[in-house]
């Protein structure tokens, strides 16, 4: 019975092993933590240099360029800087020096801003920039410290 009880104990160690060993599969962690969008980089609250990298990640949601059209489920990000979430959800997010664009269906977006605080709201949207609704969002606070 003993060797029985060892071979198991055994058998248990190489088997954990194994699984803790592998890449892929199974259930990971990230930084969206099962958020429908969030803004991976940078983090909130943290001091950055400008020119900066804003990039999101979706769950549930796929990110594809704007010219594929309206597609449940699917559309793009668009960064709002130091401006608000739009009203009117039924209407298309504005597109000036506040309201950044990214139909190409890009995960990422380089921005330049002043030195100072800013906020910065990543807004998913359908192919026609029409957010949905309820909105899927998620915003940050940074410090530009240094302008490049």
């Given at each position: 019975m003993k060797i029985i009880s060892k071979v198991m104990a055994l058998l248990v160690l190489v088997l954990f092993a194994g699984c803790a060993g592998q890449t892929g599969g199974g259930s990971t962690t990230t930084s969206s933590a099962g958020k429908a969008l969030a803004i991976v980089?940078?983090?909130?609250?943290?001091n950055v240099s400008s020119p900066l990298q804003v990039c999101m990640e979706t769950n549930g949601y796929t990110v594809e360029p704007a010219k594929n059209g309206v597609n449940p489920g699917k559309g793009h990000h668009?960064?709002?800087v130091d401006?608000?979430?739009?009203?009117?959800?039924?209407?298309?997010?504005?597109?000036?020096?506040?309201?950044?664009?990214?139909?190409?269906?890009s995960t990422c977006k380089t921005i330049e801003l002043p030195k100072g605080q800013h906020t910065i709201t990543a807004l998913f949207a359908q192919g026609n920039h029409v957010p949905y609704n309820p909105p899927v969002t998620d915003a940050i606070t940074v410090t530009v410290v240094h302008v490049n």
């Open positions: 980089k940078p983090a909130t609250l943290s668009h960064l709002l401006v608000s979430i739009p009203a009117d959800l039924s209407q298309a997010i504005a597109k000036d020096g506040n309201h950044i664009h990214m139909g190409d269906g």
